[in-house]
C-alpha cells in the first residue's frame, strides 16, 4: 500500500530524531516539539501557580519517542524508511498504539523524585500520572476489578520492564541539553514545594480539615486534572499547528478583544433600550443590581431572578465588568439545553460582535457532540478548547470537562481558571453530580481565582446537602439581588392553577382545554413530559384545528436541530408580538420551559417538578401585556404518559404534588405563591432529601460504588488491598480516574450529534462535510454544523446506523449525517421511519 506522504521524502535532510511529518514533507524534530510543548505548557500552569510543573510535563511527555523503536515506527508510516532499501523500516500499520512512547518520560520524573522525601513524592506521582496518561486519559491509581484483587496500577506503570518503555536508551540518545534542564527542574525546591502549598490551602478549606474526606480528597485529584489539562492541550496545539500551519495563524491564545470595548458595546446596546412592557422597568432595577455587584471579590454567588426577569442580559454585564475588575480571562456561559444556547448566544453575539467584527472573535457557540471521544488523530485537530472571551456551551460539556474520560474534555479544564462561570438554570443540574460539581465549584472559586455565578428562579439550596460530600460555599450576602421576596412579588404575573384531577385528562381534553385558552387568551403553550406525548396531542390539535381556522398549530422537540427550532420559535414570536396576538397553539417538550423567550396568553403543564412548573410559567404573561396570565397544572391520565424511565420527573412529580396540596390547605404558609420562594424551599429540601442517596453519583464497576468515592479516598480498592497485601499502597493519590471517567455520563444516556439535512443549507452542509478534505475546512464547517445537528441516543442511532441511514461523512472521522431526507420530518424532526420522498444525499 502507498504512503501518503510524498514518496520524495527519502531524499530530505532529516534531524535524527523525528516527532511529526506533513503530508508537504516538512519535519517536526523532535527536540522541537518538546521544546514548544514546555513553553506553551508552562504558560497554561501558570494559573495554577504551577509553571515548572508545566515545562517540565512538556520536556518529557514524549521521551519515549527517542527510542529506535518509536523512530523506526514513525519513519516508516511517513515514508521517510523505505521498504525496500532500509532496514530498519518496519510494518507501521501492525504497530500503531504498540509503541510505548508515553511512559519513559514518566518513569523517570518517578524515580528522580520518589527516592528524595514524602512530598517530592507526591510530586513525582502527580507528574508521572500527567505523562502517562497523555493518550489514554489520566490512570487510575489503584483499582477494584470484578472477581479480582485491588491493584496498585500506578506503581506496576512505573515499574514497567525498561525493555518495553526504554528508559535507559532514550536518557542515552535524548538531547543532552534537554535532560540537563528537565533535571534542573526536578531539583528546584518549588517543584515539591508547591504541592505542600496546593495541599495546605485544600486543606484548610475542608469541613473539620480532614485529609481523608471525599472533599480534600477529589480537589487534590482536580488539581491532577488541571495540570493535565496544560499538557494535554499544549501538546494537541503544537501538534495541529505543525501539522496544519494555517489554524495556527487562526488561534486567538488569548489575544481577545478588550473588556472595555465589549462592555462599551453592552453598555450602548442597554443604553439604547426603551421601554415596550410594563416589566421592563423592574428588569433594568435587575440589571443595575447586577451591575453594582460587579465590583466585589472573586467568588461563588447566586442570582435569584423570577423567569422573565433579564436574567441573560444582566448576567453578561455583571461577567464583563467583573471579569475587567479582577484581570479575568474569559466569561464561560454553562448552559443545560441546546435550545437556550441558540437564542442567548445569538442575543450576546448581535451585541459583542456588531458589523465588521468577525463573526466568532469574541463569542464561541459549543455544544453538540459532532465527534466521538474515540477520536482519529485527524478528530483531535477538530477539538475546541475554549479560546475566546466569551464562551456558550452546555452542562454537558462541563461536566465532561470536570469528569468525563479520554483527553477531549480535560484539554479544556485548565480554561476554567481566573474565569466567570455563569450557570444559567442551576436547578436542572443532574441530582447525582450535585456533590461532584459541588466540590469542583468550590475548588475553581477557592484555589484557581473563578467566579461562579448560580442563576434561577428556582434555586436548588446546593449549599445545604450533606457538607462531608461536599456543599457548595455561599457566603452570606452573595446573593446579587438585595431583596429576593419583594422581585417576586413585583415580578408576579400569573396565576398557578391546580386542575389535577382524578383518573387524569385524556388528551382529547387537553386539546379542548387548549383551543378554549386560544379563545379566551389570544395564544396558548402546552409543556408535555415526552416526545411521544407532544406529537399525540399535536396531531390532535392539527385535527382539530382544520384548514380554516385562523388558530396556528406548532409542534417543537428536542428532536428538531437548532436551526429548525429557531425557525419555529421566529414564526411563533412573530404571531405573539402582533397586537392583539395572531392565535397561536404551540406543543413543545420541556425544551421551551428554561429561558426561552416567548409571551403566551396561557400555559397548560402537565403535572411535574414544581421547578418545571415555575419555568413554564416563566412562558406565560412573561412581558406583564396581561393583568394577570394563567398557568393549568393538569395530570394526564395514566396510560398517556410513560414516565418509567424519566425518574428525576417521577420523583419530582410527587414532591410538586405534596407542595400543591399542601398549598391548598394553607396558602398563607408559602405567601400565597405556589411557586413563590418558600414554596421552592419546601420542594427542594423534600426533593433533595429523598435523593439525597444519589448525590454522589452510584454506579456500578464490578461492585456497587459512587463517583464521589472514585474520585476521591476509593476506600473499596483501599480495604480490598490492605485486606490482600496486608499493607497500604505506597502512593499517595489512590484515585480510580480511568474507572470514574468512563462511568462518568453527564446524561443518562449518552447522545451523539448526527447533521441533518434540514432545508438547503443542511443539505449542502453535508455535501461539502463529504467532500472536504482539508481538516481546516472541516473544522469551519462542523461550527456551522451544530446548528443542523439532532443528539440521538444509542439506541436509536445503532438502529438507524445499522439501516445505513446515519452514515459518517469520510470512513474514520466519526462525524455523522442522516443520509436519508425521509427520516427528516418538518413537522417532527428527526424520525425513526421514513416519509416523503427519498433524496439521495453525499452521492
Known amino acids: 500500500m502507498d504512503s501518503p506522504f510524498d514518496a520524495s521524502l527519502k531524499s530530505i535532510d532529516k534531524p535524527a530524531f523525528v516527532a511529526h511529518v506533513r503530508p508537504d514533507g516538512k519535519i517536526q524534530s523532535l527536540e522541537d516539539h518538546l521544546s514548544k510543548v514546555a513553553i506553551l505548557s508552562s504558560e497554561l500552569a501558570e494559573k495554577f501557580s504551577l509553571a515548572t510543573h508545566g515545562e517540565l510535563l512538556g520536556l518529557l511527555h514524549d521521551l519515549g519517542k527517542y527510542s529506535a523503536a518509536f523512530q523506526a515506527y514513525i519513519q516508516s508510516a511517513t515514508g521517510l524508511l523505505n521498504q525496500d532499501e532500509d532496514e530498519e523500516f518496519v510494518d507501521a500499520a501492525g504497530l500503531k498504539g504498540k509503541i510505548d512512547h508515553s511512559t519513559s518520560g514518566a518513569q523517570w520524573i518517578w524515580q528522580e523524585l520518589a527516592q528524595q522525601n514524602d512530598l517530592a513524592r507526591i510530586a513525582g506521582q502527580v507528574l508521572a500520572l500527567c505523562i502517562a496518561s497523555h493518550h489514554s486519559g489520566l490512570i487510575d491509581c489503584l483499582a477494584l476489578s470484578a472477581g479480582k484483587p485491588a491493584e496498585d496500577l500506578f506503581t506496576k506503570r512505573m515499574n514497567k520492564l525498561g525493555e518495553k518503555t526504554h528508559l535507559s536508551e532514550v536518557l542515552g540518545k535524548a538531547d543532552k541539553k534537554l535532560l540537563a534542564t528537565a533535571r534542573g527542574l526536578m531539583t528546584r525546591p518549588e517543584t515539591t514545594q508547591a504541592f505542600q502549598v496546593w495541599i495546605a490551602n485544600i486543606l484548610g478549606k475542608v469541613p473539620g480539615k480532614n485529609p481523608q474526606s471525599p472533599v480534600f480528597q477529589q480537589q487534590l485529584g482536580l488539581l491532577v486534572r488541571s495540570l ?427 414532591k410538586a404534588e405534596r407542595v400543591l396540596d399542601d398549598f391548598d390547605a394553607d396558602p398563607e404558609k408559602y405567601g400565597n405563591n405556589r411557586i413563590g420562594p418558600q414554596a421552592m424551599v419546601w420542594y427542594y429540601e423534600n426533593y433533595f432529601f429523598a435523593r439525597a442517596n444519589e448525590m454522589g453519583y452510584p454506579v456500578s464497576v464490578g461492585h456497587d460504588d459512587t463517583l464521589l468515592n472514585l474520585l476521591s479516598s476509593n476506600t473499596f480498592a483501599l480495604e480490598d488491598y490492605k485486606r490482600t497485601k496486608r499493607q497500604a499502597p505506597a502512593i499517595y493519590l489512590r484515585q480510580a480516574f480511568m474507572t470514574a471517567a468512563k462511568a462518568f455520563k453527564a446524561i443518562d444516556a449518552p447522545t451523539r450529534g448526527v447533521i441533518v439535512p434540514y432545508v438547503d443549507e443542511g443539505k449542502q452542509l453535508i455535501n461539502d462535510l463529504c467532500a472536504a478534505y482539508l481538516p481546516d475546512k472541516e473544522f469551519e464547517l462542523l461550527r456551522r454544523a451544530q446548528q443542523f445537528s439532532v443528539n440521538v441516543f444509542p439506541n436509536v442511532l445503532e438502529k438507524l446506523s445499522k439501516a445505513l441511514i446515519v452514515r459518517e461523512v469520510q470512513e474514520g472521522t466519526g462525524v455523522l449525517y442522516l443520509a436519508d431526507s425521509r427520516y427528516y420530518s418538518p413537522e417532527f424532526g428527526l424520525s425513526e421511519t421514513p416519509e416523503g420522498k427519498m433524496e439521495v444525499l453525499c452521492g
Open 228 to 654: 493535565y489539562s496544560c499538557l494535554i492541550d499544549a501538546d494537541r496545539i503544537d501538534t495541529a499547528d505543525f501539522e496544519h500551519p494555517g489554524r495556527a495563524r487562526r488561534r486567538l491564545r488569548g489575544n481577545y478583544e478588550s473588556w472595555d470595548v465589549l462592555i462599551a458595546r453592552l453598555e450602548a446596546h442597554l443604553g439604547a433600550f426603551t421601554s415596550r412592557h410594563p416589566i421592563d422597568a423592574l428588569r433594568q432595577d435587575i440589571s443595575r443590581h447586577c451591575l453594582e455587584a460587579a465590583a466585589r471579590e472573586k467568588g461563588i454567588y447566586t442570582l435569584t431572578v423570577p423567569t422573565g426577569g433579564g436574567k441573560t442580559l444582566a448576567s453578561l454585564r455583571f461577567a464583563l465588568h467583573h471579569a475587567r475588575k479582577h484581570t479575568m480571562d474569559r466569561v464561560i456561559y454553562v448552559i443545560p439545553f441546546t435550545s437556550i444556547i441558540d437564542q442567548n448566544a445569538e442575543v450576546v453575539r448581535r451585541i459583542l460582535e456588531p458589523e465588521g467584527v468577525e463573526a466568532g472573535s469574541v463569542v464561541l457557540e459549543h455544544h453538540s457532540n459532532l465527534t466521538p471521544e474515540a477520536q482519529s488523530w485527524r478528530g483531535k485537530i477538530l477539538s475546541e478548547n475554549w479560546d475566546a472571551p466569551v464562551v456558550y456551551t452546555t452542562s454537558v460539556q462541563l461536566l465532561e470537562t470536570l469528569f468525563g474520560a479520554g483527553t477531549r474534555g480535560a484539554r479544556r479544564m485548565h480554561q476554567l481558571a481566573n474565569a466567570v462561570l455563569i450557570f444559567d438554570e442551576i436547578q436542572s443540574l443532574p441530582v447525582n453530580c450535585v456533590h461532584l460539581f459541588n466540590n469542583a465549584m468550590n475548588y475553581l472559586a477557592d484555589f484557581c481565582g473563578s467566579t461562579v455565578v448560580l442563576c434561577t428562579a428556582t434555586q436548588p439550596l446546593l449549599d445545604q446537602v450533606d457538607a462531608y460530600k461536599g456543599a457548595i460555599r455561599v457566603s452570606a450576602g452573595n446573593e446579587l439581588m438585595p431583596d429576593v421576596k419583594k422581585l417576586f412579588d413585583d415580578l408576579k404575573r400569573v396565576e398557578v392553577v391546580n386542575r389535577r384531577k382524578p383518573g387524569g385528562w385524556s388528551q382529547d381534553e387537553i386539546a379542548v382545554l387548549a383551543f378554549e385558552q386560544v379563545e379566551a387568551s389570544g395564544s396558548c403553550l402546552v409543556i408535555v413530559n415526552t416526545k411521544k406525548a407532544a406529537q399525540a396531542i399535536y396531531r390532535l390539535c392539527q385535527k382539530m384545528s382544520g384548514e380554516n381556522s385562523t388558530t396556528k398549530v406548532f409542534h417543537l422537540s428536542t428532536n428538531m436541530c437548532p436551526a429548525h427550532r429557531k425557525a419555529i420559535l421566529n414564526e411563533v414570536r412573530t404571531r405573539l408580538d402582533q397586537v392583539p396576538s395572531a392565535p397561536t397553539l404551540c406543543i413543545s417538550t420541556q425544551l421551551i420551559e428554561a429561558g426561552v423567550d416567548v409571551d403566551f396568553g396561557a400555559v397548560i403543564r402537565f403535572i411535574a417538578g414544581l421547578d418545571s412548573i415555575a419555568q413554564a410559567a416563566g412562558r406565560c404573561n412573561r412581558n406583564g401585556r396581561a393583568k394577570q396570565g394563567l398557568v393549568h397544572v393538569l395530570n394526564p391520565r395514566p396510560e398517556d404518559e410513560n414516565l418509567g424511565k424519566l425518574p428525576a420527573i417521577l420523583v419530582g412529580r410527587e
